[in-house]
């Protein structure tokens, strides 16, 4: 069974960064991709990025360029979003989520990671 | 601002039959991108009801279904019961540049 479980809630200030990860196990982590979504609070949800671990690529939403760094490690089947310069349009449920396979959807989601921006 | 335009809210009684309706364009659902669907209970993350035409992941019920036609899609929802309350939300592809997965703006389904 697939499950995608992520780290703790966090509260930052304004310009600060934060790092979430999303460990990944009932798979073989390298052959999905793997996508970041996040929902700010009471609002739908976006899509901020992806990485594919056995291409080694990664990718990023034009509205989280500069600010955003997706990482991974295979050898613990984790995945990093790492966003910087935080601002209160930062906060929000941050989620990684599976695309299944070939087709253009998200199978498992994260249970999200609830990050707040106050000084 | 979402890509698909959902309506914010729909409602019925128990029992009763619901559709829910997002709207794309040439470059999304009119250009042959499949449309899934995904239900979020409050606090908890969205999960996936509908993918693909209108195939339905393990242990969701029959009463979901999916349909599109030219620049939209829809969720019905038959026998409405209380624990369908929720926010759904549709998701698509857009092959326009950037290219990318683009999600519905929500709606709040209410069970009367």
């Known amino acids: 069974q697939v499950h995608l479980v992520q780290s703790g809630a966090e509260v930052k200030m304004p310009g600060a960064s934060v790092k979430v990860s999303c460990k990944a196990s009932?798979?073989?982590?390298?052959?999905?991709?793997l996508y970041w979504v996040r929902q700010a609070p009471g609002q739908g949800l976006e899509w901020m990025g992806w990485?594919?671990?056995?291409?080694?690529?990664?990718d990023w939403a034009q509205n989280f360029h500069g600010r955003v760094t997706l990482t991974w490690d295979t050898s613990i089947s984790t995945a990093y979003m790492e966003l910087n310069r935080l601002t209160s349009d930062d906060a929000a449920v941050y989620y990684c989520a599976r695309q299944n396979g070939g087709s253009a959807y998200f199978d498992s989601w994260g249970q999200g990671t609830l990050i707040s921006v106050s000084s | 601002q979402s890509v698909l335009t959902q309506p914010p809210s729909v409602s019925g009684a128990p029992g009763q039959r619901v559709s829910i309706s997002c709207a794309g364009s040439?470059?999304?659902?009119?250009?042959?991108?499949?449309v899934h669907w995904y239900q979020q209970l409050p606090g908890t993350a969205p999960q996936l009801i509908i993918y693909d035409k209108n195939n339905r992941p393990s242990g969701v019920p029959d009463r979901f279904s999916a349909s599109r036609s030219g620049t939209s899609a829809s969720l019905a929802i038959i026998g409405l019961q209380a624990e369908d309350e929720a926010y759904y939300y549709c998701q698509s592809y857009d092959g326009s540049l950037p290219a990318r997965f683009i999600f519905g703006s929500g709606t709040k389904l209410t069970v009367l």
């Open positions: 990485i594919n671990p056995k291409r080694g690529v990664t």
């Open positions: 009932g798979y073989s982590f390298s052959d999905y991709y």
């Open positions: 040439s470059t999304n659902v009119g250009a042959g991108y499949d």
